[in-house]
């Protein structure tokens, strides 16, 4: 059985990020502590993504946990 990932929404998280900082996105979708991983992924087939800012900016994690260019959006969440 493949797991696939909940749609935790449709929509992407905007974070504003520290540069040289790291931040683990939840893959799995079941982290109540969205985008960012609280473990919730463990027992499945899922694992947190590293995000290391190169600047500080405002980015978009993705929140559909679809994005091709994950961990960030690439706007699938508009087709599902």
């Known amino acids: 059985m493949t797991d696939a990932p909940e749609i935790a929404q449709k929509a992407p998280f905007p974070v504003e990020v520290e540069e040289g900082k790291s931040y683990f996105w939840c893959a799995c979708g079941r982290s109540k502590n969205q985008p960012f991983c609280d473990g919730s992924h463990k027992g499945t087939s899922f694992s947190p993504v590293k995000y290391t800012a190169e600047a500080s900016k405002k980015v978009f994690f993705c929140g ?11 706007g699938t969440h508009k087709t599902l």
């Open 64 to 74: 559909c946990k679809h994005s091709a260019n994950a961990p960030l959006c690439d």
